[in-house]
């Protein structure tokens, strides 16, 4: 599907795309990572012994008088799995600068959350393995596998709200990191202090070069190799150094100067095609977008779809057979993995978040105690981390029935957690509706309000729901959202709002389009004028705009005067500068309720979000002590 067709502009995919790409790729990898740890059983089963002499096998890199031998399968769990955790590092740097965690307070529950869903299921493990060799294995109980908790999430689709999936990511970024910790001190051995203090200079050395703004990408590899190198000759799990320099790279939206300048190097091109210019071209567009996005496009792909698969393929593998599930049915190991995950995570979890929000209720989460247990529930899935952790930790038959405990909880994950959804449909729909979503303050993206006396809106005055868009009525996308828009005010208690960025430096029309507007406002004729300059995009030279006006049946001599004196000039200003305050910089972005609508802006997507905010309202009004009506029309189904 083209991006005309699919409602998407290229902005709005490097900007939306951060949180829903990354959703998307983790939720189809789940898809990979199962098929990948279904053929490693097959594969073990029908020959154990060809399994173990593949991954056994030893490679081995030498430089002068140095080198660095490993098994196929620790390149694979601490070579290529430093690309995964260095996505993870990504995605909590992103959360941190522009998603969730960007108001330092809410960082409190998702490290509460974080913390105790992975201090339960460690407890319970430790009480059925306490005094047994397999206690040291504590680790293998401790960290949800993403791929796998988002893509349950992903199967119960429009069951449960679009904030918990963001909810489910901030808490499984702070068990990321917490887990990667705890290998590398709990589980590293034979700790040499020369490469470790080495390893220590690079990285700050990495730090001032951020500091200073060089954005090598190639730099940072060479650094990141050695520091990599360094950690394993010092005894330290050397994934580490994927989540500290994903950590090191900011997040942002694109800024005005940056587009601008992308769009003055892209006309030097034009006019004069040069290699030169072409390469600074290139150079202009990719400096517009954040480093964190950019690193995020580049490696999502081959972490989801080729190395968390092919790490499941080397580590998953256990021969199945009567005698190896015997002893995985009566494994202390076993037992307590499964027992961990599928009780102790959504335990911990759910604790955690009753406790923040009744020692603080401005931190209680942004989703309703029902979806704190379903997210719970699909945070019980193991894999990843506790599979690297076991093979650390654990040798032999422990280790096979350390696999086929990890392998259970995974399974049972979805279960759980649609046995919570489905068991939600036995609430009233009022109930449910208020467990679902919950009474948190909503994060406030829109820097300058609604002003009804101010701003054109169309719909009811005093509707539930506002849905904002900052337009440019030259941009072709902006016309065919128009589509969308009037699908989403048709559903009902919705207005809008439409207010005016003009990206002068693309659409050289689009200022004296936005001016015609506003002479026709003057005549009280905005959105008559509004929908035809939609319509007639191709038609925005100023003989049209006042045939347009001379259709629409406007004094013609009075629009005439408007434009001239540029009279529309100070409020279209004003909105851009709004526009400005919020972090927008292209068209066309849009508000609902005054949080910011990410991703595509077809009718699916822009229903999807008023549905929720017009559910949201509703939950608002309840804890206000007013009734709930037609509950069927917002609750998720």
């Avoid at 290139?282 to 968390?308: C, H, K, M």
């Avoid at 086929?404 to 009022?430: E, F, H, K, Q």
């Avoid at 406007?554 to 709004?578: N, P, Q, T």
Wanted: aromatic share 6%; glycine share 10%.
């Amino acid at each position: 599907m083209s991006e005309t067709e699919s409602g998407r502009t290229a902005w709005s995919r490097n900007l939306g795309a951060p949180l829903r790409a990354f959703l998307r790729a983790e939720t189809a990898s789940a898809a990979c990572l199962v098929a990948a740890a279904v053929g490693a059983l097959v594969w073990a089963t029908a020959d154990a012994g060809s399994y173990e002499r593949v991954w056994t096998t030893v490679l081995s890199i030498r430089l002068g008088g140095h080198g660095l031998a490993l098994t196929l399968r620790d390149w694979v769990n601490g070579g290529l799995m430093s690309f995964f955790f260095f996505v993870v590092g990504l995605e909590a740097r992103r959360e941190i600068d522009v998603g969730e965690l960007r108001e330092r307070r809410r960082l409190v529950l998702p490290v509460a959350a974080g913390g105790l869903g992975m201090l339960a299921p460690i407890g319970i493990f430790l009480a059925v393995n306490g005094g047994h060799p397999t206690a040291h294995a504590w680790g293998t109980a401790m960290s949800t596998d993403t791929a796998i908790a988002l893509g349950v999430l992903a199967v119960l689709g429009r069951r449960v709200p679009d904030r918990l999936r963001a909810f489910v990511v901030t808490i499984l970024v702070v068990d990321d990191l917490v887990a990667l910790l705890v290998i590398v001190f709990a589980y590293s051995n034979h700790v040499a202090a020369r490469p470790l203090a080495l390893a220590g200079g690079l990285f700050a050395a990495a730090l001032v070069l951020v500091r200073l703004g060089v954005r090598g990408g190639l730099v940072y590899l060479v650094l990141g190799t050695v520091i990599w190198v360094c950690l394993h000759e010092g005894g330290v799990e050397p994934v580490v150094v994927g989540i500290a320099f994903g950590l090191l790279t900011y997040a942002g939206p694109s800024g005005w100067g940056d587009l601008e300048r992308a769009t003055d190097l892209f006309r030097l091109f034009r006019e004069q095609p040069t290699p030169e210019l072409a390469r600074a071209a290139r150079s202009g567009v990719a400096s517009a977008v954040s480093p964190n996005d950019r690193l995020q496009e580049l490696f999502l792909p081959w972490t989801s779809y080729a190395i968390v698969p092919l790490f499941a393929l080397a580590n998953a593998g256990v021969p199945l057979g009567a005698s190896s599930l015997d002893r995985a049915v009566h494994s202390r190991v076993a037992i307590g993995i499964v027992v961990a995950y599928v009780v102790g995570k959504p335990l911990g979890i759910g604790l955690a978040t009753a406790l923040v929000a009744r020692i603080a209720p401005r931190l209680r989460p942004p989703i309703g105690w029902l979806s704190v247990a379903a997210g719970g529930a699909a945070a019980a899935a193991a894999f990843t981390v506790s599979l690297l952790v076991a093979s650390l930790a654990l040798h032999g038959r422990d280790l096979q029935s350390a696999t086929l405990g990890i392998l259970a909880a995974a399974a049972l994950a979805p279960l759980s957690a649609w046995a919570v959804v489905r068991g939600a449909t036995l609430l009233p729909a009022d109930l449910r509706l208020r467990a679902v979503l919950g009474q948190a303050e909503s994060i406030v993206d829109l820097a300058v309000p609604v002003d009804l006396a101010r701003d054109h809106v169309r719909g009811a005055e005093d509707a539930a729901v506002t849905l904002l868009e900052y337009g440019d009525f030259e941009c072709p996308y902006c016309g065919r959202a128009e589509d969308a828009i009037e699908s989403v005010l048709g559903t009902g208690d919705v207005r809008y709002v439409w207010r005016h960025l003009p990206l002068t430096d693309v659409h050289p029309r689009a200022q004296l389009a936005a001016e015609a507007s506003e002479a026709a406002a003057a005549q009280g004729r905005f959105w008559e004028m509004h929908d035809v300059l939609l319509d007639h995009q191709d038609e925005l030279a100023p003989p049209d705009l006042v045939r347009h006006a001379r259709e629409l049946g406007l004094d013609v001599d009075r629009f005439v005067d408007d434009l001239r004196r540029h009279a529309g000039g100070k409020r279209i200003a004003d909105d851009v500068e709004s526009a400005e305050q919020s972090g927008v910089a292209g068209t066309p972005t849009f508000f609902v309720n005054g949080r910011r609508h990410w991703g595509a802006y077809d009718v699916a997507g822009l229903t999807r979000s008023v549905r929720e905010a017009r559910a949201r309202a509703r939950v608002a009004a309840t804890g206000d002590g007013v009734a709930l009506r037609r509950p069927s029309a917002a609750a998720p189904r």
